[in-house]
């Protein structure tokens, strides 16, 4: 039976802004308060979604979350009209109405850690949406995150899906950008590589001091455990604070792997040597560690042109590819090392810059827009079709963009009460054109 790994990439939601919201996340914060482009953002989404279906890759879609979310707006006070609720907000507290407009569920590494059946003890892909406790406008998500999940993955056949962690800084889970899946083959056993910034229960380990570790050991151990994954599967590994404060606030801005192949910064880790000693006997084969050292990119060109926040395939032809976006080309230290790495004997052999600017300037890259889902082949005929990247699907969400999505948005605008109507009109018809049924509050 033939072994994919697809991405699911996360459409651009209706009022993509940059308000700012991500403290430890320095592209987020720099850029807050410029006017954004939601129906660029979206295009620009949809269209590296297409080539990586163009290159024979398995691409999904997840959609967006409702936004504004009114519900959270009234759990925390506010009352009256939906469009009183909008500018009562406005008003009295702004920076709650921007967290309740957020488009960050477009950056689906955060939806949930997902482990595949080649994994798993009762052979079933398992699926666990993140808390995101960290961030308030993020630890709304959750609940509409768990039911595009299970409308997208609709088949208890073969998929099980579990509740998010506690709400609680014990259980701090950010999904699938701080888990990496590394295996010789998709459909074979492989060791999953859960990365945390802290333990919350032990006061001695070390931690960051100026940015918070959103990733938690026991978050990390919870999944593992919901997974039904053998110890031999698994290996913990802490995420170094140092860089945590330099403002890698993800694991995956700091490393990606994909099969065989972990390529990360030197600086990444803690105990890295005793780590990958772990890794290599647990995997059980050869493992190909490429190590980008601080003389070849310091961790602020990593950060600034997320280089690890790229994405690793695998082609059709076996080949591994980096999806890079196009801020790598223009950072001459990261651009030289990428050049670099082509002339060394390493699996990767090519690299493919994407523009995905409205989504960096936000604080995410390739790697943030896409969660890994690994399947066999009836695996991938039980997910809902109607999700899969394909030439019809591709034009049809493009003018489903054309038609709801403005050209521009400002923080300032989040308060326009028209935002709602045109929000909900857009989604409700994209669970039509998905064929997800009543996913979102308003709907139900």
Same mark, same amino acid.
């Given at each position: 039976? /033939?072994?994919?790994?697809?991405?699911?990439?996360?459409?651009?939601?209706?009022?993509?802004?940059?308000?700012?919201? @991500?403290?430890?996340? =320095?592209?987020?914060?720099?850029?807050?308060?410029?006017?954004?482009?939601?129906?660029?953002?979206?295009?620009?989404?949809?269209? /590296?979604?297409?080539?990586?279906?163009?290159?024979?890759?398995?691409?999904? =879609?997840?959609?967006?979350?409702?936004?504004?979310?009114?519900?959270?707006?009234?759990?925390?006070?506010?009352?009256?009209? $939906?469009?009183?609720?909008?500018?009562?907000?406005?008003? %009295?507290?702004?920076?709650?109405?921007?967290?309740?407009?957020?488009? @960050?569920?477009?950056?689906?590494?955060?939806?949930?850690?997902?482990?595949?059946?080649?994994?798993? +003890?009762?052979? /079933?892909?398992?699926?666990?949406?993140?808390?995101? =406790?960290?961030?308030?406008?993020? @630890?709304?998500?959750?609940?509409?995150?768990?039911?595009?999940?299970?409308?997208?993955?609709?088949?208890?056949?073969?998929?099980?899906?579990?509740?998010?962690?506690?709400?609680?800084?014990?259980?701090?889970?950010?999904?699938? !950008?701080?888990?990496?899946?590394?295996?010789?083959?998709?459909?074979?056993?492989?060791?999953?590589?859960?990365?945390?910034?802290?333990?919350?229960?032990?006061?001695?380990?070390?931690?960051?001091? /100026?940015?918070? !570790?959103?990733?938690?050991?026991?978050?990390?151990?919870?999944? !593992?455990?919901?997974?039904?994954?053998?110890?031999?599967?698994? =290996?913990?590994?802490?995420?170094?604070?140092?860089?945590?404060?330099?403002?890698?606030?993800?694991?995956?801005?700091?490393?990606?792997?994909?099969?065989?192949?972990?390529?990360?910064?030197?600086?990444?880790?803690?105990?890295?040597?005793?780590?990958?000693?772990?890794?290599? %006997?647990?995997?059980?084969?050869?493992?190909?560690?490429?190590?980008?050292?601080?003389?070849?990119?310091?961790?602020?060109?990593?950060?600034?042109?997320?280089?690890?926040?790229?994405?690793?395939?695998?082609?059709?032809?076996?080949?591994?590819?980096?999806?890079?976006?196009?801020?790598?080309?223009?950072?001459?230290?990261?651009?030289?090392?990428?050049?670099?790495?082509?002339?060394?004997?390493?699996?990767?052999? %090519?690299?493919?810059?994407?523009?995905?600017?409205?989504?960096?300037?936000?604080?995410?890259?390739?790697?943030?827009?896409?969660?890994?889902?690994?399947?066999?082949?009836?695996?991938?005929?039980?997910?809902?079709?109607?999700?899969?990247?394909? $030439?019809?699907?591709?034009?049809?969400?493009?003018?489903?963009?054309?038609?709801?999505?403005?050209?521009?948005?400002?923080?300032?605008?989040?308060?326009?009460?028209?935002?709602?109507?045109?929000? +909900?009109?857009?989604?409700?018809?994209?669970?039509?054109?998905?064929?997800?049924?009543?996913?979102?509050?308003?709907?139900?």
């Amino acid at each position: 039976m /033939k072994q994919f790994e697809a991405n699911f990439d996360g459409l651009v939601g209706p009022t993509h802004n940059y308000a700012g919201l @991500s403290f430890g996340n =320095v592209a987020s914060y720099s850029n807050a308060a410029q006017a954004s482009n939601p129906k660029a953002a979206a295009k620009q989404g949809l269209q /590296k979604a297409k080539a990586l279906a163009d290159l024979g890759m398995v691409q999904g =879609v997840l959609a967006p979350q409702e936004r504004p979310d009114l519900y959270t707006l009234r759990r925390i006070g506010f009352s009256g009209s $939906d469009a009183e609720i909008i500018q009562k907000a406005a008003v %009295q507290a702004p920076a709650l109405l921007n967290a309740c407009c957020s488009a @960050s569920s477009m950056w689906t590494a955060n939806a949930a850690t997902v482990s595949p059946s080649a994994d798993t +003890r009762d052979g /079933k892909v398992h699926f666990t949406p993140a808390n995101l =406790v960290d961030k308030f406008h993020r @630890s709304i998500e959750p609940l509409t995150t768990g039911n595009i999940l299970k409308s997208t993955f609709n088949n208890e056949r073969y998929f099980h899906h579990h509740s998010h962690l506690p709400e609680h800084s014990y259980f701090g889970d950010e999904g699938a !950008a701080n888990h990496t899946r590394l295996c010789h083959d998709y459909g074979e056993a492989g060791v999953e590589l859960f990365v945390y910034g802290q333990s919350a229960t032990n006061p001695n380990t070390p931690k960051p001091t /100026k940015f918070p !570790a959103r990733q938690t050991l026991e978050a990390s151990q919870a999944v !593992a455990r919901l997974h039904q994954l053998e110890d031999e599967s698994c =290996v913990f590994m802490q995420q170094n604070p140092d860089v945590i404060d330099q403002g890698v606030f993800h694991n995956d801005v700091i490393s990606v792997g994909n099969q065989n192949v972990l390529f990360y910064h030197e600086q990444a880790f803690l105990d890295t040597d005793a780590k990958f000693a772990e890794i290599r %006997q647990k995997m059980n084969g050869d493992v190909h560690f490429i190590k980008v050292a601080t003389d070849q990119v310091s961790i602020n060109d990593a950060v600034k042109s997320y280089l690890f926040n790229t994405q690793i395939i695998t082609l059709p032809n076996g080949e591994m590819a980096i999806i890079a976006p196009t801020d790598c080309q223009e950072n001459p230290a990261v651009f030289a090392y990428l050049n670099e790495l082509l002339t060394l004997n390493a699996p990767i052999k %090519q690299v493919k810059y994407f523009d995905v600017k409205q989504s960096m300037q936000n604080g995410g890259g390739p790697a943030c827009l896409r969660l890994r889902v690994a399947m066999n082949e009836n695996e991938i005929a039980a997910v809902n079709q109607n999700t899969l990247m394909n $030439d019809a699907l591709f034009t049809r969400l493009n003018l489903w963009v054309d038609k709801h999505y403005r050209d521009q948005l400002t923080v300032n605008d989040l308060a326009d009460p028209q935002l709602i109507i045109e929000s +909900r009109t857009a989604l409700d018809e994209l669970t039509q054109i998905l064929k997800l049924g009543s996913v979102y509050q308003f709907q139900k």
